[in-house]
């Protein structure tokens, strides 16, 4: 898989993906993650990228000028499956859309900033837009980081255990049972007798009436 980022500050997106799972994804050859420093694509001589909104308002507005030559460069290059846009305002991500995006080969991924792009690069360019919760980020890098790690994490070989991603929390619309490591007891708090019983068939049972108890407290959404 390909994801081509696109964003006015590229240092924010660089960290995500130079340690852990991210990393050793790309390092092993079965992710790649180039970053766009959309101010390159600018052929204004301040470099500038935004400008101010038509109809007055504060905030100012991402041009389509560069983000057409960014785009349209790299789709000249090769095919994308989807040209994504990080805003509020998009559908909210869950486990179900990056499982389907883990399948994909070529994305681009827009960061929105300031009080965000002109409408036509949505109405022309953008085929998803997506939001990572109903809060409002400074800008849209963060949020893409997180889309990128959620696929990432899902594609084949990148997990050392591939059944790690498919007890993941969400997976089958459950939350992830208690989990617990040695010592079996510690200042007088014990581990669940169950896991240490070595009955996998009893352990399996515990693990299933967990998650679903769980699911029902903090999460009765995911059961409807
Ligand atoms: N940009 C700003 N806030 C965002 C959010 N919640 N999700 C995606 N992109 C954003």
């Not at 085929?127 to 994490?153: H, M, N, P, Q, Y």
Request: proline letters at 4%.
């Amino acid at each position: 898989m390909r994801i081509d980022i696109i964003t006015v500050l590229p240092e924010l997106l660089r960290s995500p993906f130079e340690a852990s799972i991210l990393k050793r994804a790309i390092d092993k050859g079965i992710v790649e993650v180039h970053l766009h420093n959309l101010r390159d694509y600018s052929t204004n001589k301040h470099k500038n990228v935004d400008d101010y909104q038509f109809g007055g308002g504060a905030g100012m507005v991402m041009s389509i000028e560069p983000i057409d030559a960014c785009i349209s460069r790299l789709k000249s290059e090769r095919d994308y499956d989807e040209v994504i846009y990080m805003t509020p305002d998009g559908e909210t991500l869950n486990q179900g859309m990056a499982n389907r995006m883990s399948l994909l080969k070529n994305i681009i991924i827009l960061c929105g900033h300031y009080k965000g792009v002109d409408q036509r690069v949505r109405d022309h360019f953008i085929t998803k837009e997506i939001s990572i919760g109903d809060f409002v980020l400074s800008g849209g890098e963060l949020a893409a980081a997180v889309v990128s790690d959620a696929i990432i994490r899902l594609i084949p070989g990148v997990l050392s255990n591939e059944t790690s991603a498919l007890t993941d929390s969400f997976q089958d619309n459950l939350l992830s049972p208690p989990i617990y490591t040695r010592p079996a007891e510690y200042k007088g708090w014990k581990v669940p007798d169950v896991l240490l019983s070595g009955n996998f068939a009893n352990i399996d049972k515990w693990r299933e009436d967990q998650a679903l108890e769980h699911t029902k407290n903090r999460r009765p959404d995911l059961l409807e």
